[in-house]
């Protein structure tokens, strides 16, 4: 059986601060979520989806340090679905995106960025992508 395709790409607003947390080896583990707007419908209603984001070792130390509630970012990862039981005993589905990669795309974050890193572009864009190796927990 060959490995599938598991990718997803997504654009959205932080509807709160990272909360970054520390797991008993000391990794530190980043959670948020995104506030994706859908298109338009017929009758101009619109729709938001909230999905929830993981990010591990120095992604999340950066997502930490970097993102506050209302930016707007990009993030790059897979879809990871997680079973659990509830207090009353039922079977739960949980889903999230683990995060790989994250680009800060409001004009704001990455001057911030570039001048806490010390990094200088002459390109003139406001995009500032931020890649991890991949990791395994």
Not at 6 to 18: E, F, K, S, V
């Amino acid at each position: 059986m060959s490995a599938g395709l598991n990718r997803i790409i997504l654009a959205g607003r932080l509807t709160a601060d990272p909360e970054v947390r520390y797991t008993k080896d000391e990794l530190p583990i980043a959670r948020f979520s995104l506030a994706i707007d859908r298109p338009a419908k017929k009758d101009g209603a619109r729709e938001t989806d909230f999905i929830n984001i993981v990010a591990w070792r120095g992604l999340a130390k950066i997502c930490g340090e970097y993102l506050k509630k209302g930016k707007l970012i990009a993030v790059e990862g897979r879809l990871q679905l997680r079973k659990y039981e509830d207090k009353n005993g039922q079977s739960r589905t949980f889903a999230e995106v683990v995060a790989s990669n994250m680009q800060m795309l409001d004009y704001k974050f990455f001057k911030k960025a570039e001048s806490s890193s010390g990094a200088s572009d002459d390109s003139g864009s406001d995009i500032e992508l931020i890649e991890t190796t991949k990791s395994s927990k």
